[in-house]
């Protein structure tokens, strides 16, 4: 169990918020691409520039593999956000999320120099939405909010047994 003398509620409620809010984001994500039947990640993986920039832009010439990468994604942000929102395998969800947002970031970092057809949000160096979640994800991670607030404190006590 979460030591929850260690953290006020006020600070456990923040981080619980987090870890939904951040879930929600993953989930919507892959439901949007599950319902778009033609989307793929060939043109984010073709617009890589940066140090492993040849496996993405292979990745994205190879068909096969290409299908395989878009079906992880998909299900990976859905898989991601169903258990951060839940609070089910809260760590084990948030390293997967945090590694998969930094493929995304080390596919496309917003570094000066590098410019992408792909429309960007706005304006970074270095820092973007990317590395925030991931930071995000962190505290999550650390703090293994799941068991104050979601299934992980069901199965837990469950694994106690």
């Known amino acids: 169990m979460i030591d929850e003398k260690k953290y ?10 987090l870890r939904v809010l951040i879930g929600w984001h993953f989930l919507y ?44 994604n998909i299900y990976g942000l859905i898989l991601i956000g169903l258990g ?15 590694l998969l947002i930094l493929l995304y970031y080390f596919c496309n970092p917003p570094f000066a120099g590098l410019f992408y057809s792909i429309p960007m949000e706005g304006s970074y160096l270095i820092v973007n939405k990317n590395l925030v979640e991931a930071a995000g994800l962190l505290v999550v991670a650390a703090t293994g909010t799941g068991k104050y607030l979601g299934l992980d404190r069901l199965i837990s006590k469950w694994i106690k047994k």
């Open 29 to 72: 994500e892959g439901i949007a691409k599950l319902m778009k039947s033609d989307w793929s990640a060939v043109g984010f993986l073709s617009q890589s520039k940066w140090i492993f920039s040849g496996l993405f832009k292979w990745i994205a010439a190879n068909p096969t593999v290409l299908e395989i990468v878009n079906q992880m």
């Open 8 to 17: 006020t509620k006020c600070q456990l409620n923040a981080i619980v918020l």
């Open 84 to 98: 951060l929102i839940m609070g089910c395998f809260t760590r084990i969800a948030s390293y997967a999320g945090i």
